[in-house]
């Protein structure tokens, strides 16, 4: 089992990009999923989370209003929609598997990460 | 929004044991995770639910969660336990977000 992001890249500021993170039909349905931030040289940093059935979303500050996360179980791919991105939101972005039912932790599982770059 | 505190660093010399703490108002009622990150790697979680351990994990790893902190402690310490070492909860109630502590930078001297 192992989470599997993509979609980072090098974009200008104010543009948009979308972020994935799939992983196998038995390690994804029935799991709340993470979304984490680590800007270059700095620590870990909570974004976004869906609960097991997508029900409920949650948001840090700094994702509110720009973020989307979502999740589709036919595909096991779990989503994070960026729009308005600005160079303070470049970092690698962890996707990380929680757990059904309140709270959605601890994080069982870890992707290996997908790096952004935004540039004014 | 809630906020953990850690150390900035923390030095040991191998064999030694090294004690990390987290701190956060109340922290005793919320459920502690720790998870380590080496350099260029993504986090592995090392404990959870204050005291567990994954399966995987030495068993130098362990970790506690009373008084005005939750400590991971790592005993008998290696040169490859050097890495940054995260606390983590979960915040619920009115506000439910994640929470990451700063980060400590464990040194083996």
């Known amino acids: 089992e192992q989470l599997v992001e993509s979609g980072g890249g090098v974009v200008q500021s104010g543009t948009s990009l979308r972020l994935s993170c799939r992983t196998s039909?038995?390690?994804?349905?029935?799991?709340?999923f993470h979304w984490v931030r680590q800007a270059p040289g700095k620590g870990l940093v909570w974004l976004a989370t869906i609960s097991d059935d997508g029900d409920a979303k949650f948001y840090a500050t700094a994702a509110k209003g720009r973020f989307r996360i979502s999740r589709d179980d036919s595909t096991s791919t779990l989503s994070l929609q960026m729009s308005g991105l600005r160079p303070d939101d470049s970092g690698v972005y962890y996707c990380a598997r929680g757990l059904a039912g309140d709270p959605p932790d601890p994080y069982t599982m870890w992707g290996q990460g997908t790096m952004v770059s935004v540039f004014s | 929004s809630y906020v953990l505190t850690q150390p900035p660093s923390v030095s040991v010399a191998p064999g030694q044991t090294a004690t990390i703490t987290c701190g956060g108002n109340?922290?005793?009622?919320?459920?502690v995770h720790w998870h380590q990150q080496k350099p260029g790697q993504a986090p592995v979680v090392v404990v959870y639910?204050?005291?567990d351990r994954p399966s995987g994990i030495p068993e130098r790893f362990s970790g506690s969660n009373s008084g005005s902190a939750a400590t991971l402690t790592i005993s008998g310490v290696e040169a490859g336990d050097e890495a940054d070492y995260y606390c983590q909860v979960w915040h619920g109630g009115a506000d439910h977000e994640g929470v990451f502590g700063g980060g400590t930078k464990l040194t083996v001297l």
């Open positions: 039909d038995s390690a994804f349905y029935g799991y709340a």
């Open positions: 639910n204050d005291i």
């Open positions: 109340n922290i005793v009622a919320k459920s």
